[in-house]
DNA sequence: TGCTAACCGAGACGGTACGTCCAGTCTTAGT
DNA sequence: ACTAAGACTGGACGTACCGTCTCGGTTAGCA
């Protein structure tokens, strides 16, 4: 459940209430404050904690972050539902695609997403946390839908499924990140188009 | 040359040997000390220069950092530079990415753009300037080229050459920023080739 | 008119406008913000100067504030006037000293002259040049009214008129200083009367 | 023990080594270096203590140095013992004020008690404290001895003692504070003895 | 009357210290 | 043993001034 590693305390002593009480803080202070006020001893207060159960069990402000994220995708448990599969490729991606904008676009996630993303960018073994816990699952998913249209004989079975969610997701993400260009369900549309025919070919 | 907006002190006055110090000082620090321990004050001592000096010409250290890789683009003055155009699109998008990744990998360059990134993350007029004055001209280079091969038929004219860029870079900008997988030549190569050809297409 | 020694700029070229307004400044500023908050910027702001006409005239802070008290008791011109002579040296004393008291009461110069003071404090040189410009020729004028008493043998010809001075006005200055109890004009008769009697006298 | 008031901190976590460090510092350093050059941050350096520790327990420089000099009265302890009184008042006063002079032209306190008088001129609370925590205990001693006197029938019952005691110690902390003169032992003699005989006596 | 040196305002510069915030560690008292 | 609380050392923040240093623009005095 948590980042920590190393010689820890022992968890079965651990206050569950503090534990969410945190994480549920830590991720309404940064949407609120922003990522360069976001404190852990800002985190402490609102969770009505002290400081050290934090230092406790969280090895960084962005382990909190990430499991701030990681309870949040529990609680919505869609890690095990699939992605939709009517048996049309490009509308079931640009559902999904969608879907992807307009999570980046709710304002409620868009400073928490930006906060985290910002930890992982200097923190490796946070991103290969992310990669695993967070990312993963999710990309496995649209992995599956992939492996789907494959076995469905519309795309080819030589096709690097990874490559082909990053060339997917990527310009997406690309877009938020450095907000260099409008990211609409219309670019999704695009970019979910080109990506299948490839550039070459005439829409 | 500096992203300072508003009431500005008279920029006659300003010290050239002072502003070069500065961006220097900051550049090589973030290389050697990391994002997460750049500080103002450190900037200012490793430049020889009182502290108000950065903050009555900068708004931020992301605005410093910025200038620095200004500062640094525009010595290398490959600004007016065109991408290499022997004809055959894949193999000139080849190169070009390799060398975005061979960069992007290069440990001096590594750090100090993760942390422009990270304040890129945080603030849009940051992003907008970065997107105008360090991204725009080169990805104008990039769409050149395309367009170069729109026009000799390699590409169709309805191809939106920015979404082209884009599904192009995207995804390997995106490996770098989360480490979510192998950055190298390679991938690339398989990047440009699949955006090309399209996921759908046997190779 | 200056406390300025050494090596100084031409003073025939000196702006006798800027002069003024400085020590103008530096006697209202002082009034306003306290001693704690005076400070050469500040004076050179209020008095539209320069900082450096500031530094070129006067040697610290201390100086300028003392220059302006020079030209406050200057203009007041009473420096030549006598004091109160009616051959009756209690009366006349209790008249003079309720004065200094009424003075140093006067909110408009008490925070001058407790910033005035403190460079006293710290200064030996500003407190010598104190001594000689300020204090002395109102000290001087005390003596006479003293050595007048002495020629009408109301006073012994071997009483040293300084101590005599010092002996009346210092506990007056110390109550002032440090508050030290309330400073009225029947503790100013107190003082006259206790001194000339002697503490052993009945009164 | 403090001059702190307002809502504190809580006292009882309080680190006795910290502020004794810290009080410590300050008197040597003020000593060292001198009153203008006295800052916070020297302080805390000198005393191995975060400048956090200094704002939490005092509200100013002042404050500082008026506890370091409560830490050394107290360490004195001659809070307790009484003046001399072997019956000839005029010589004890002599003994007591020579004593005066002496401390007052100990470089080891000068510059701390000017450091000290400056804070007092400025702050009232902090003359406040300085009048009933460190001048108090003191002056009441001096009172004592001259009410003694009273009892022996060598002052007169109605002589007001606070007076008395400020007519003999006023000028000789004149002297010292604007070194209007020179402080030696025979000045102390001639206060004393013109004081007891006043002004109009003849020696 | 025109030249030139000194003064003037303005304000940028390298610095020091301010008083605040927070990091991360440690101690105390309570459950 | 873990917790809430919070004091501790320490480092950086962004601001205010220090005293020095140009910069053009007057201004006075000599040529």
């Known amino acids: 459940m948590t980042t920590q590693s190393g010689k820890s305390p022992n968890p079965t002593r651990r206050s569950e209430t503090s534990r969410r009480a945190i994480l ?11 990522y360069a006020r976001l404190s852990i001893e800002g985190i402490a207060a609102r969770a009505g904690v002290g400081k050290q159960t934090i230092y406790r069990w969280w090895p960084s402000k962005g382990a909190v972050l990430f499991d701030a994220f990681l309870m949040l995708a529990e609680g919505r448990d869609d890690g095990s539902a699939a992605l939709p599969d009517t048996g ?6 640009r559902t999904v695609m969608r879907a992807t904008v307009a999570e980046l676009t709710d304002p409620r996630y868009d400073e ?7 930890e992982l960018l200097h923190d490796p073994a946070l991103a290969a946390a992310y990669t695993e816990r967070l990312d993963g699952p999710m990309k496995e998913l ?10 469905a004989g519309q795309l080819p079975d030589e096709l690097d499924l990874d490559l082909a969610v990053e060339m997917l997701w990527g310009p997406v993400r690309d877009r ?8 609409t369900p219309e670019y999704a549309d695009a970019v979910v188009r080109t990506a299948l025919g490839g550039l070459c070919s005439r829409p």
Chains 1, 2, 3, 4 share one sequence.
């Open 24 to 34: 549920t803080a830590a991720f309404e202070l940064v949407g609120e404050v922003g």
């Open 88 to 93: 049309d490729l490009e509308t079931d991606l």
């Open 112 to 118: 928490p997403m930006r906060a985290l993303t910002t």
């Open 142 to 151: 649209k992995r599956e839908r992939l492996r789907s249209a494959q076995r």
């Open 176 to 183: 938020w990140l450095l907000r260099s260009g409008p990211l």
